[in-house]
Antibody, heavy 120, light 107 residues
Framework: QIQLVQSGPELKKPGESVKISCKAS????????MHWVKQAPGKGLKWMGW????????TYADDFKGRFVFSLEASASTANLQISNLKNEDTATYFC?????????????WGQGTLVTVSS | DVQMTQSPSYLAASPGESVSISCKAS??????LAWYQQKPGEAYKLLIY???TLQSGTPSRFSGSGSGTDFTLTIRSLEPEDFGLYYC?????????FGSGTKLEIK
């Protein structure tokens, strides 16, 4: 079955960097884009952007340009999210998600989420 | 950006009752709307896409309706396992945007 398994929780200080991984299984990794979604504590969902898993080209939503980097380890069917120069407002759970079929943006598959806590 | 206004933010109902959740888009999004359920400790679950198409595995007591700017998720004959958070999402244009969520509690 299709699974997205994310790396574990992170505790970081302001100014540090963090890298979150999302390992996919059960399908051909390069056939579907991988999206990233942020959920701050007690808040709703915010779409961060996506990465074309075939070409490696990332696309960022406006609020996530600059300190956020999507990358791939395609041989390991893994997508990564790196956040640099962490700020308190980056404290959130980050999800990777995959659409239910090619060309759609309705997400049938979600990772379990990775909690990133930024605190001095 | 397309703003998604979801209501109510909280809902409590008894098993067997029917409930509806509304989602209004700030512009027409045709039928590019999805509904999700989140339960504690579980991954997000896609319930409905294209406004009214049930995702495989979604019980038939769930239904979605609407197009353009106004959408509704209806759960008929509530089951105890239907508690959780519900979100709508538009995918008509980027950035993809979500509603603020509805917490459904079972009395």
């Amino acid at each position: 079955q299709i699974q997205l398994v994310q790396s574990g929780p992170e505790l970081k200080k302001p100014g540090e960097s963090v890298k979150i991984s999302c390992k996919a299984s059960g399908y051909t990794f390069t056939d579907y884009a991988m999206h990233w979604v942020k959920q701050a504590p007690g808040k709703g969902l915010k779409w961060m952007g996506w990465i074309n898993t075939y070409t490696g080209k990332p696309t960022y939503a406006d609020d996530f340009k600059g300190r956020f980097v999507f990358s791939l380890e395609a041989s390991a069917s893994t997508a990564n999210l790196q956040i640099s120069n962490l700020k308190n407002e980056d404290t959130a759970t980050y999800f990777c998600a995959r659409a239910f079929n090619y060309g759609s943006y309705a997400f049938a598959y979600w990772g379990q989420g990775t909690l990133v806590t930024v605190s001095s | 950006d397309v703003q998604m206004t979801q209501s109510p933010s909280y809902l409590a109902a008894s098993p067997g009752e029917s409930v509806s959740i509304s989602c209004k888009a700030s512009k027409s999004i045709s039928n590019y709307l999805a509904w999700y359920q989140q339960k504690p400790g579980e991954a997000y679950k896609l319930l409905i896409y294209s406004g009214s198409t049930l995702q495989s595995g979604t019980p038939s007591r769930f239904s979605g309706s609407g197009s353009g700017t106004d959408f509704t998720l209806t759960i008929r004959s509530l089951e105890p396992e239907d508690f959780g958070l519900y979100y709508c999402q538009q995918y008509y244009e980027k950035p993809l945007t979500f509603g603020s969520g509805t917490k459904l509690e079972i009395k």
